[in-house]
């Protein structure tokens, strides 16, 4: 198997602007970035998408996202910050290596709302669902 990109980067075998690292997840630019400060954080080991990735790697992911993002606010002032993981191709993950965006977000930026609006489900679908996700969840 190929070797992936974002392993490359974490390996030290591939270039990067590399903003912070530890011994488990590493913080760097990506090549196409969606704003100014835009980072993605990784864990240095490689897992297909967060649903994989064991909990003691996503509890370390987390705490690097938490602190990369205090770091962003703190060196550019954003009005805000979207934190982004996607997971799946439907879900526009293009890089199979788990991954979170932090990108630094400003009013009246180019990016408008991420979410798009849409119809509210009816009562009936919405506790039909919570209900299918509940069994799903329960031991």
């Given at each position: 198997?190929?070797?992936?990109?974002?392993?490359?980067?974490a390996?030290?075998?591939?270039?990067?602007?590399?903003?912070?690292?530890?011994?488990a997840?590493?913080?760097?630019?990506?090549?196409?970035?969606?704003?100014?400060?835009?980072?993605?954080v990784?864990?240095?080991?490689?897992?297909e998408?967060?649903?994989?990735?064991?909990?003691?790697?996503?509890?370390?992911?987390?705490?690097?996202?938490?602190?990369?993002?205090?770091?962003?606010?703190?060196?550019?002032?954003?009005?805000?910050?979207?934190?982004?993981n996607?997971a799946?191709?439907?879900?526009?993950?293009?890089?199979?290596?788990?991954?979170?965006?932090?990108?630094p977000?400003?009013?009246?930026?180019?990016?408008?709302?991420?979410?798009?609006?849409?119809?509210?489900?009816?009562?009936?679908?919405?506790?039909?669902?919570a209900?299918?996700?509940?069994?799903t969840?329960?031991?």
């Amino acid at each position: 198997m190929e070797e992936c990109d974002f392993c490359s980067i974490a390996s030290g075998r591939a270039p990067a602007n590399v903003i912070w690292e530890d011994e488990a997840s590493l913080a760097f630019f990506p090549l196409r970035p969606a704003a100014v400060g835009h980072t993605l954080v990784i864990p240095k080991s490689h897992y297909e998408d967060l649903f994989e990735t064991p909990q003691p790697t996503l509890s370390s992911l987390i705490q690097a996202v938490t602190l990369v993002g205090r770091g962003l606010r703190a060196a550019l002032g954003p009005d805000g910050l979207n934190v982004i993981n996607s997971a799946g191709e439907a879900a526009s993950q293009t890089v199979f290596h788990v991954h979170v965006h932090v990108v630094p977000r400003w009013h009246g930026d180019h990016f408008g709302d991420i979410w798009p609006p849409n119809d509210a489900y009816a009562s009936e679908v919405k506790d039909e669902i919570a209900e299918m996700v509940r069994q799903t969840l329960s031991p």
